[in-house]
């Protein structure tokens, strides 16, 4: 029971997200690019001078996506890369990207929680829900994702990888972001450069629906 407890939060923009009860009009586009380019994966762990955001995975994954699908001849629907952009949306809105050991000891409350923030994302963006082969697809580039941030942010060991943390995928060598952007291969970005990056890659998708 919440009872009369505060349970929103205040966003840049000044509105206000109910984290027990999000609608989509709790935040702008500017709040979520921010909230995403603040928020830091691998407990903010990092060999770099900055920790890797969100923001920046989420694009590594949507790249990664449009990689695939030109090596297959394909063009992926407006949608479908949208989709792949906000797959950790709820994170840039609560502020926290958990490391997945911990998840299990937060329980269910926590997975609701997250849910009811992904339902509010999907609907604000007009997005359908996974199906059963595009979620798949999708762990896949978020997997490869997560093996090759691993070895080239964190410091962990090809071995490590895949035998601590268990994911079989190979990791990349090649950063997918860096033809796109340049810089430094694999260098996490200052939040403010994420943010905008972040920013400009939704409204391109969006203007495209």
């Known amino acids: 029971m919440r009872g009369d407890a505060r349970a929103w939060v205040r966003m840049p923009s000044g509105k206000r997200l109910d984290l027990l009860d999000p609608t989509p009009f709790d935040w702008d586009d500017a709040d979520l690019a921010l909230g995403l380019a603040r928020t830091y994966r691998w407990g903010g762990h990092s060999a ?3 920790p890797l955001s969100v923001a920046q995975h989420s694009l590594t994954v949507l790249q990664l996506r449009r990689d695939w699908a030109v090596q297959a001849g394909e063009v992926l629907a407006a949608e479908v890369e949208l989709r792949e952009l906000l797959h950790d949306a709820e994170e840039g809105l609560l502020g926290f990207d958990c490391i997945s050991v911990l998840k299990p000891f937060l329980g269910e409350q926590f997975k609701e929680l997250s849910r009811r923030l992904e339902d509010a ?20 580039a978020d997997r490869l994702a997560a093996a090759s941030e691993a070895v080239h942010v964190v410091g962990w060991s090809r071995d490590e990888v895949r035998q601590t943390l268990k994911i079989r995928s190979q990791p990349l060598d ?4 860096h033809a796109v952007y340049g810089g430094q291969p694999w260098e996490p970005w200052p939040p403010s450069l994420a943010c905008v990056r972040f920013l400009e890659r939704l409204n391109e998708l969006k203007q495209q629906l």
Do not use: E, Q, S
Not at 134 to 139: A, L, P
Not at 174 to 177: G, I, W
């Open 48 to 50: 770099w001078p900055l």
């Open 121 to 140: 994302v999907f609907l604000r963006y007009g997005l359908p829900h996974w199906t059963r082969d595009g979620h798949r697809i999708h762990k896949r």
């Open 174 to 177: 090649a950063d997918p972001l």
